[in-house]
């Protein structure tokens, strides 16, 4: 324990503070333009000086460890000269042009100039000229810019990305990307929030509002399972922006471009208004009591003529916990069926059924920070930058703060530019490359240097005999050498992470590859804390543990969609499975097939064009509930702005219809349904291991026919079905496309740019290329997000929960 | 050897591959005699940097341009020795001769002119580089007879 | 006095490593590898050794430093990036003498159980490149370089790493970041390099003209290196002496050596027997000093309590014909050119001071304008983030202190108190 003393009080600190640190823990105010908690110290705005007793120059306190029997002034006439000076400096040439900027009311510089004056500085200067940059949600206003270099150090430091960065030296330096293009980045926006001044602007909140007009609510954002904290920014009823505020919520500050910029798709064209019944082949607005009518007489009709179990309900991972328990008790008490699921079903449910085979575990949540401080952090075939982005920043912190990062992975995806060593692996075959791992660890003998008492050794043992180093490199790609040395390297560490995504989105992992991870762990002898795979969406942990899934002999999603007429209601909330779900063709015959498709949404999705009737449903931040992220973390969504037209809470749909089937489920408001879940019983297990031995085969691997294999996903930019909903990130990207890459492109005469026909054994599409070199020779990615490309009429469904790549092959168009 | 392999090449002399960044930026510079786009380019794909990373680099260091020049750069100090030594009367003489002033290019595309900050060669002075030469004690008399060399 | 750094460069063949070993060159590597790296240290800690490259920090102290972390590898850097303006002080050794350097460095090395080095040297001395290459070359060939150094089993490489003007990469922790492929701009301290440097591993930089002293401290041992110079720091040490005086060049001579002595007796004394009006001692950022210190000791602890400082050791004589005015004003362009722009005090006030000193030598300037220019001078003094903005600080206060009757000249009569300036 260090103690010093600050302006006269004795304070505590631990070793690493620095002066700064200090101060802000004990409410010490010290001025700071530069200083960003994220990110090293960088001591060039000086206004941080102090002054401490014995030293000859004032201290930037940023960058000066506090030390024991320091005696600290951080408020003395020599200070305030020395900040008045370099605030003087700093506005000889920033524009006065406060009252048209947005920052005006919450920018740093004008509130520092404010307490140290004057208002004019001695030096007169010319003002800068630079064009102000706009780009589709970033507008950069180089003149403002104080060169603080914040917004540098974010992008690259902390994003990995390096968009930006300070062009030129001394007075003529200027932040800016390498040619002054327009921004081509991530968009995270994350330089936004770091600007203390009003350099940086989101362009969709350009000239909205002055910021004092501002009411601020805090939020959970409703992407990805991270479950950030959004600060949401209203005017009038509306939300103009979004902001991360440092220190708030799981990320602490952090935001991706989606919960940044994506909250407008509340506001998208195809939100619902009213309910719509179809009449004669056309969908007719009616009311809400001739829905619900509607709605209650067909389903009761068709229990009573073909029992409760011929109807079936999709729940959704981005409604909230209320809607979804309100939907599992809907069915199970007014309809009494068990048919019911999630889209997680098609990818996280394997997760947890993996770790119930191999840990013997219910539930494994993940914990956002765990990369951080782990000697060797494996990533395995996942983009988890783009799909869970602030999960993702650890990754690369921990790669900073010196954990090595091995990245199997066949797309130079961001985490693949940072790795320590990236094995570009032949999509889809991961489960190959951890069980060469396991095969290694046990030619090591490291079964021997422990006592390991989990079931199954000699299944495993025998299961993976044939993954040599030799046969793994066949099967994966990657060189017997970086093999080995990475295998090394992973067993061999103090402290270990595997971590990966399984996602209803992507096809090229299953359960197989869950299996292999965790034998390969608890070989290591690593619980299931060692195993890292986040939930895909805002609730969809919370929506499986809320029983949103068979818990008895119900039918599942494959039960369901995938089996044309084995039900003939489906009650779909808040999903869209035409759009996110594989094979789309067998979907629709399925749904077409059905007498009574219900859809209850918040916007008229693809699966809606079929429905029989459509309910408007309240969307985030219209109504309160509670989201809970990958960490098993409940977290409150409050209600912000008023509904869209005669939408309401997906809760209070099932509440009333409940009724009207005679069958009132008794949960009156927000609050008892709020205390009924939290009495649910919490869902345990306690740790069991077992290997499950995992053997790799693909089930439609290339052949001549079909030599390339697709793999789909999430961008960055995008997530799921929803985002495309939101204007600013439409401005990024709104168009379907297929990434190829430069060698595949020149083998079958694809341009860049130019529509293909992609073909694989069950349907076909028209799509642009993009050649690329993040891809290799051989893949294809394709992003899920575009209905209009109905990519996944080219995929299957795997009920067996095996990876489920897709062989294609090309015909450029003519 | 291809510039990639050279650049490749030069990185193993650092634990870092970053390391070979300025050497880099040297390689691709003798090429064209300044750094285009794709010059930046061909740096950042082979060490596996951001072009802005690239482009922050090279625009901090002075020896580094970024657009093209003459076929022969003079880099001409003008710093207090040489400028004592009468090194400004130079750059007037160069200009009225060859209409060049400092930081500019002669519109045939012979020369390009810059003031370079203290070339080490104080005792010396006034002192300049042409490309790589080194010329010393210059005066009024021998300068053009030095710069008339270099076509 | 006899020459020890520059011994033989009057040779034609004196960069070439036959010539070097023909005058006995690489035989304190061979003492060397018969004592303990840490008998070396020893050794140069008595010796008492002060980095040559402005700062003056004990040699040994920073090896000691150093070689105590325990994180390995360790990387030695030679500082050859000699900016400052006024000095050439490494350019003989460099160009003419580049084995003494490359024997110095693979002693260090050996001390310091450092296996990789650069050679840190400034875009703008592409002769001295080429020199370097070579001699590295012949000391790979002989043996002298790679994996077993003159059969002792030691590993030591060593390869040149060429800036590309940047006046800050000369402050070591730029240099550092550089080496690294950033922008050479200064890191904070601590950690300093010699725990954390390059790559994060313990680094020392050292200039060249430090590490062309070692092989001579090794061969002639503490005792007798310690008689050189004056005793509080002692040695030979390179002067650079330029401007108006009659022989300009680098002179190799005891330290403490008055500075007349320098300018009257070495150089030949101010040129065409005209008026010394002022002296910078060690390079642009050095503040000036008037003729009545000329006999002050040229040393590390003597200019400092004269107000100025060794610096480079790059003397910088002014005769009655230059006005000083112009001077300030052109070190100030300097500085303002080679600020990093990372600090505000920096980035902003040597543009703001090259502004004032423009228009007060341009015939503009104003009253007051005196004043300003202290008032931010001393703004910047001991706030920046390095020193480059403390010279710049020092350079106008020096001026100010010392001539400001003739700042004031300028101002009042708007033309230059020295007619040629």
């Given at each position: 324990?260090?103690?010093?003393?600050?302006?006269?009080?004795?304070?505590?600190?631990?070793?690493?503070?620095?002066?700064?640190?200090?101060?802000?823990?004990?409410?010490?105010?010290?001025?700071?333009?530069?200083?960003?908690?994220?990110?090293?110290?960088?001591?060039?705005?000086?206004?941080?000086?102090?002054?401490?007793?014995?030293?000859?120059?004032?201290?930037?306190?940023?960058?000066?460890?506090?030390?024991?029997?320091?005696?600290?002034?951080?408020?003395?006439?020599?200070?305030?000269?020395?900040?008045?000076?370099?605030?003087?400096?700093?506005?000889?040439?920033?524009?006065?042009?406060?009252?048209?900027?947005?920052?005006?009311?919450?920018?740093?510089?004008?509130?520092?100039?404010?307490?140290?004056?004057?208002?004019?500085?001695?030096?007169?200067?010319?003002?800068?000229?630079?064009?102000?940059?706009?780009?589709?949600?970033?507008?950069?206003?180089?003149?403002?810019?104080?060169?603080?270099?914040?917004?540098?150090?974010?992008?690259?430091?902390?994003?990995?990305?390096?968009?930006?960065?300070?062009?030129?030296?001394?007075?003529?330096?200027?932040?800016?990307?390498?040619?002054?293009?327009?921004?081509?980045?991530?968009?995270?926006?994350?330089?936004?929030?770091?600007?203390?001044?009003?350099?940086?602007?989101?362009?969709?909140?350009?000239?909205?509002?002055?910021?004092?007009?501002?009411?601020?609510?805090?939020?959970?954002?409703?992407?990805?399972?991270?479950?950030?904290?959004?600060?949401?920014?209203?005017?009038?009823?509306?939300?103009?922006?979004?902001?991360?505020?440092?220190?708030?919520?799981?990320?602490?500050?952090?935001?991706?471009?989606?919960?940044?910029?994506?909250?407008?798709?509340?506001?998208?064209?195809?939100?619902?208004?009213?309910?719509?019944?179809?009449?004669?082949?056309?969908?007719?607005?009616?009311?809400?009591?001739?829905?619900?009518?509607?709605?209650?007489?067909?389903?009761?009709?068709?229990?009573?003529?073909?029992?409760?179990?011929?109807?079936?309900?999709?729940?959704?991972?981005?409604?909230?916990?209320?809607?979804?328990?309100?939907?599992?008790?809907?069915?199970?008490?007014?309809?009494?069926?068990?048919?019911?699921?999630?889209?997680?079903?098609?990818?996280?449910?394997?997760?947890?059924?993996?770790?119930?085979?191999?840990?013997?575990?219910?539930?494994?949540?993940?914990?956002?920070?765990?990369?951080?401080?782990?000697?060797?952090?494996?990533?395995?075939?996942?983009?988890?930058?783009?799909?869970?982005?602030?999960?993702?920043?650890?990754?690369?912190?921990?790669?900073?703060?010196?954990?090595?990062?091995?990245?199997?992975?066949?797309?130079?995806?961001?985490?693949?530019?940072?790795?320590?060593?990236?094995?570009?692996?032949?999509?889809?075959?991961?489960?190959?490359?951890?069980?060469?791992?396991?095969?290694?660890?046990?030619?090591?003998?490291?079964?021997?240097?422990?006592?390991?008492?989990?079931?199954?050794?000699?299944?495993?043992?025998?299961?993976?005999?044939?993954?040599?180093?030799?046969?793994?490199?066949?099967?994966?790609?990657?060189?017997?050498?970086?093999?080995?040395?990475?295998?090394?390297?992973?067993?061999?560490?103090?402290?270990?992470?595997?971590?990966?995504?399984?996602?209803?989105?992507?096809?090229?992992?299953?359960?197989?590859?869950?299996?292999?991870?965790?034998?390969?762990?608890?070989?290591?002898?690593?619980?299931?804390?060692?195993?890292?795979?986040?939930?895909?969406?805002?609730n969809t942990y919370g929506a499986w543990l809320m029983g949103v899934r068979p818990l008895g002999k119900g039918r599942d999603l494959y039960g369901m969609l995938y089996s044309p007429g084995a039900v003939r209601a489906l009650y779909v909330m808040g999903e869209d499975p035409l759009v996110t779900m594989p094979d789309a063709d067998r979907i629709e015959e399925a749904l077409k097939g059905l007498d009574l498709l219900i859809v209850q949404d918040i916007r008229m999705s693809e699966t809606a064009k079929l429905a029989d009737v459509i309910l408007p449903a309240a969307s985030w931040a219209e109504k309160e509930g509670t989201f809970m992220n990958a960490e098993g973390l409940p977290q409150p969504v409050p209600k912000v702005v008023a509904a869209t037209g005669d939408s309401i809470a997906d809760w209070m749909i099932l509440r009333n219809l409940a009724r009207l089937m005679g069958h009132d489920l008794g949960s009156m408001d927000l609050e008892t349904l709020q205390d009924e879940i939290s009495g649910l019983p919490p869902e345990t297990g306690t740790q069991r291991w077992r290997f499950a031995p995992s053997d790799w085969r693909l089930k439609e691997g290339p052949d001549a026919e079909y030599p390339v294999v697709l793999v789909t996903g999430n961008i960055m930019q995008h997530s799921g079905a929803l985002s495309v909903m939101s204007k600013s990130l439409s401005h990024v990207l709104s168009d379907a496309f297929v990434q190829i890459s430069p060698e595949d492109a020149a083998k079958f005469g694809v341009e860049d740019g130019g529509f293909i026909r992609i073909v694989s054994r069950r349907d076909s599409v028209f799509i642009k290329a993009r050649v690329s070199d993040e891809i290799p020779e051989g893949m294809l990615f394709v992003p899920v997000h575009f209905a209009h490309a109905r990519v996944n009429a080219l995929t299957f469904a795997s009920p067996d929960g095996t990876a489920h790549l897709t062989a294609v092959r090309l015909e450029p168009k003519a | 050897m291809d510039i990639m392999d050279e650049i490749r090449d030069l990185?193993?002399?650092?634990?870092?591959?970053?390391?070979?960044?300025?050497?880099?930026?040297?390689?691709?510079?003798?090429?064209?005699?300044?750094?285009?786009?794709?010059?930046?380019?061909?740096?950042?794909?082979?060490?596996?940097?951001?072009?802005?990373?690239?482009?922050?680099?090279?625009?901090?260091?002075?020896?580094?341009?970024?657009?093209?020049?003459?076929?022969?750069?003079?880099?001409?100090?003008?710093?207090?020795?040489?400028?004592?030594?009468?090194?400004?009367?130079?750059?007037?003489?160069?200009?009225?001769?060859?209409?060049?002033?400092?930081?500019?290019?002669?519109?045939?595309?012979?020369?390009?002119?810059?003031?370079?900050?203290?070339?080490?060669?104080?005792?010396?002075?006034?002192?300049?580089?042409?490309?790589?030469?080194?010329?010393?004690?210059?005066?009024?008399?021998?300068?053009?007879?030095?710069?008339?060399?270099?076509? | 006095m006899e020459r020890f750094l520059l011994k033989n460069i009057d040779s034609p063949d004196s960069a070439g490593i036959g010539e070097y070993l023909r005058t006995g060159g690489y035989a304190s590597l061979k003492k060397a590898f018969g004592m303990e790296p840490a008998d070396i240290i020893a050794e140069v800690k008595a010796a008492g050794l002060r980095g040559r490259g402005g700062a003056g920090f004990p040699t040994g102290m920073k090896w000691d430093f150093a070689s105590r972390d325990p994180k390995f590898p360790k990387y030695l850097i030679c500082n050859a990036d000699e900016g400052e303006p006024g000095t050439f002080k490494d350019r003989p050794i460099l160009e003419k003498n580049p084995h003494l350097l490359i024997e110095g460095m693979v002693i260090s090395a050996y001390a310091l159980k450092s296996e990789r080095g650069y050679i840190y040297l400034r875009g703008e001395y592409p002769h001295a490149r080429a020199v370097l290459d070579k001699a590295i070359a012949e000391a790979y060939e002989a043996g002298f370089l790679g994996g077993d150094v003159a059969g002792s089993g030691f590993r030591f490489d060593l390869s040149v790493h060429q800036g590309a003007g940047a006046y800050i990469c000369g402050e070591e922790t730029a240099l550092i970041d550089s080496i690294e492929g950033r922008r050479g701009q200064p890191r904070i301290k601590p950690p300093f390099p010699v725990n954390v440097g390059a790559w994060g591993k313990p680094t020392v930089v050292n200039n060249v003209e430090t590490l062309a002293n070692i092989p001579l401290i090794v061969s002639m041992g503490a005792g007798r290196y310690s008689e050189i110079g004056n005793p509080e720091c002692p040695g030979p040490k390179l002067f650079s002496v330029s401007c108006c005086v009659e022989r300009p060049g680098v002179y190799e001579l005891p330290m403490g050596i008055p500075l007349r002595e320098i300018i009257y007796e070495h150089a030949g004394g101010v040129r065409g027997g005209r008026e010394l009006k002022a002296v910078i001692p060690g390079g642009i950022s050095t503040p000036v000093l008037t003729p009545d210190v000329l006999d002050c000791p040229m040393d590390f602890v003597n200019l400092p309590k004269r107000g100025s400082m060794l610096g480079s050791g790059a003397v910088m004589v002014f005769d009655d014909t230059v006005c000083l005015v112009r001077v300030c004003w052109r070190a100030m362009r300097f500085f303002e050119h080679e600020s990093c722009g990372k600090c505000t005090p920096c980035r902003e006030g040597t543009g703001w001071m090259r502004n004032i000193l423009e228009r007060m030598e341009g015939g503009f300037g104003r009253d007051g304008d005196i004043e300003l220019l202290q008032d931010i001078a001393r703004s910047i003094m001991g706030k920046t983030f390095c020193p480059l903005g403390d010279g710049a600080a020092g350079v106008v206060l020096g001026f100010l202190r010392n001539f400001s009757d003739e700042f004031m000249y300028h101002i009042t009569n708007k033309k230059c108190l020295a007619e040629s300036g």
């Open positions: 324990m260090i103690e010093l003393t600050i302006n006269g009080r004795k304070l505590q600190a631990r070793k690493g503070m620095t002066i700064l640190d200090v101060a802000r823990e004990n409410n010490i105010y010290i001025p700071h333009l530069c200083w960003d908690r994220r990110l090293k110290p960088y001591g060039g705005c000086r206004l941080c000086l102090v002054e401490v007793e014995g030293q000859r120059k004032l201290m930037a306190s940023c960058s000066s460890p506090a030390e024991n029997g320091m005696v600290v002034h951080t408020d003395t006439p020599a200070l305030r000269k020395a900040r008045k000076t370099v605030l003087e400096l700093l506005l000889v040439h920033h524009p006065l042009d406060c009252p048209i900027c947005d920052k005006a009311g919450e920018c740093s510089l004008q509130d520092l100039a404010y307490k140290y004056g004057p208002s004019q500085s001695r030096f007169y200067g010319e003002r800068k000229h630079d064009p102000e940059a706009t780009s589709p949600l970033i507008d950069r206003n180089p003149n403002r810019c104080i060169l603080c270099g914040r917004c540098v150090r974010v992008c690259w430091e902390h994003q990995g990305v390096g968009a930006i960065n300070l062009i030129g030296r001394g007075f003529k330096t200027k932040v800016s990307p390498a040619f002054e293009e327009t921004l081509d980045c991530e968009f995270c926006g994350q330089c936004i929030d770091a600007c203390p001044v009003g350099a940086l602007g989101a362009k969709p909140y350009k000239y909205r509002a002055r910021a004092w007009f501002l009411e601020s609510r805090d939020s959970i954002c409703p992407y990805c399972a991270v479950g950030c904290t959004l600060t949401l920014d209203v005017r009038e009823g509306r939300i103009l922006r979004v902001r991360g505020v440092d220190g708030k919520g799981v990320n602490r500050g952090d935001l991706c471009g989606k919960g940044r910029f994506g909250f407008d798709f509340i506001y998208g064209d195809s939100r619902l208004t009213s309910p719509l019944i179809r009449t004669d082949g056309e969908l007719k607005e009616v009311s809400w009591e001739e829905a619900l009518h509607y709605v209650a007489g067909r389903l009761k009709a068709i229990k009573e003529e073909h029992g409760p179990d011929a109807i079936g309900a999709i729940g959704s991972p981005r409604t909230t916990l209320e809607d979804n328990y309100m939907l599992a008790r809907f069915m199970r008490e007014a309809v009494g069926t068990d048919n019911l699921d999630t889209s997680a079903r098609l990818g996280y449910a394997w997760v947890l059924k993996g770790v119930e085979e191999t840990y013997g575990i219910r539930l494994n949540p993940v914990r956002l920070d765990s990369p951080v401080g782990k000697d060797a952090v494996l990533v395995i075939e996942s983009d988890i930058t783009s799909t869970h982005p602030i999960f993702g920043l650890k990754f690369l912190e921990a790669k900073l703060n010196g954990s090595r990062l091995l990245v199997v992975e066949p797309r130079k995806t961001k985490l693949a530019r940072h790795a320590s060593a990236w094995l570009r692996i032949r999509p889809g075959t991961s489960t190959a490359f951890l069980n060469g791992l396991v095969r290694y660890a046990l030619a090591g003998g490291v079964h021997l240097k422990k006592e390991i008492t989990t079931e199954g050794l000699e299944e495993l043992q025998e299961s993976v005999k044939d993954y040599t180093p030799q046969r793994v490199s066949e099967m994966t790609g990657i060189a017997e050498d970086d093999f080995t040395e990475a295998a090394r390297e992973f067993i061999t560490a103090e402290s270990r992470l595997l971590a990966m995504t399984v996602s209803a989105a992507e096809n090229q992992k299953g359960i197989e590859t869950v299996r292999a991870a965790a034998n390969l762990l608890m070989l290591l002898g690593e619980g299931p804390e060692a195993l890292q795979i986040p939930a895909d969406y805002s | 990185s193993r002399k650092y634990p870092d591959r970053r390391g070979a960044l300025l050497p880099a930026l040297y390689v691709v510079q003798k090429e064209a005699g300044w750094l285009s786009q794709e010059a930046l380019d061909t740096v950042s794909r082979a060490l596996n940097l951001p072009q802005a990373t690239v482009k922050g680099v090279a625009t901090f260091y002075a020896m580094y341009k970024h657009r093209p020049m003459g076929r022969h750069l003079i880099q001409l100090c003008t710093n207090v020795a040489c400028m004592i030594m009468g090194a400004e009367r130079l750059v007037d003489l160069i200009s009225g001769r060859y209409g060049l002033e400092p930081g500019g290019t002669t519109d045939d595309g012979r020369f390009s002119l810059v003031i370079m900050e203290c070339i080490g060669a104080c005792d010396r002075a006034p002192a300049m580089l042409v490309d790589t030469d080194f010329h010393a004690d210059l005066t009024a008399d021998n300068i053009f007879e030095i710069l008339e060399k270099y076509e | -």
